[in-house]
């Protein structure tokens, strides 16, 4: 069936580093767009970055921007997220979630993943 | 402060229909047709429920529906039942550096 599995989160110190992914399976990965998507413990959705269906395109959120970094290997059916100088207000669980369209950009979502926590903390 | 804003918390009882604001601005819910409804139940990942402002996805109950007029788009539930209560996110394509904006999200109670 489609999914979308995420993992790598953890708990990092503010200022560093960490690097999460999305494992993509049950449909053809390289003809989708894929978006990261926050939430904060307790808190409302935050989009965060979207991934063109080949990688030639990116867009951040204005919290993240300079800071994270989305990529993804087709050959691999896997998205990543690279989070650098990492603050306190970047604990969220991240969600990574598919485009409803083919291709192009659709600004909707239709297949989520379950979300990896990402807690930074001294 | 979200950019897209919603009520905090709306309620209904079983059987009756309840009505969701999503109030933008030109730059975004007014200004393109690309306002989503997304439905999440405590502990679970989103679903999407509408997308471009008043279609649903395959497999999303027809008492789920979607309008929009000039910067405020809505969300309609007809015939609540339990399993619907959940809290709604509405989002958008927004012309800003920042491409998908959220509103901050309504909790719906079945009473």
């Known amino acids: 069936q489609v999914q979308l599995v995420e993992s790598g989160g953890g708990v990092v110190q503010p200022g560093r580093s960490l690097r999460v992914s999305c494992a993509a399976s049950g449909f053809t990965f390289s003809t989708y767009g894929i978006h990261w998507v926050r939430q904060a413990p307790g808190k409302g959705l935050e989009w965060v970055a979207v991934?063109?269906?080949?990688?030639?395109?990116?867009y951040y959120a204005d919290s993240v921007k300079g800071r994270f970094t989305i990529s993804r290997d087709n050959s691999k059916n896997t998205l990543y997220l690279q989070m650098n100088s990492l603050r306190a207000e970047d604990t969220a669980v991240y969600y990574c979630?598919?485009?409803?369209?083919?291709?192009?950009?659709?600004?909707?979502?239709?297949?989520w993943g379950q979300g990896t926590t990402v807690t930074v903390s001294s | 402060q979200s950019a897209l804003t919603q009520p905090a918390s709306v309620s209904g009882s079983p059987g009756q229909s309840i009505t969701i604001s999503c109030t933008g601005t030109?730059?975004?819910?007014?200004?393109?047709?690309?306002v989503s409804w997304y439905q999440q139940h405590a502990g679970k990942a989103p679903k999407l429920m509408i997308y471009d402002v008043s279609n649903r996805p395959s497999g999303v109950s027809n008492r789920f529906s979607g309008s929009k007029s000039g910067n405020t788009a809505s969300l309609t539930i007809s015939g609540l039942q339990a399993e619907d209560e959940a809290d709604y996110y509405c989002?958008?394509?927004?012309?800003?550096?920042?491409?998908?904006?959220f509103g901050g999200g309504t909790k719906l109670t079945v009473l």
């Open positions: 989002s958008s394509y927004t012309s800003s550096s920042t491409l998908v904006v």
């Open positions: 030109s730059s975004d819910v007014g200004g393109y047709n690309y």
């Open positions: 991934i063109s269906y080949d990688g030639s395109n990116k």
């Open positions: 979630s598919r485009e409803s369209k083919l291709y192009y950009y659709s600004y909707a979502m239709d297949v």
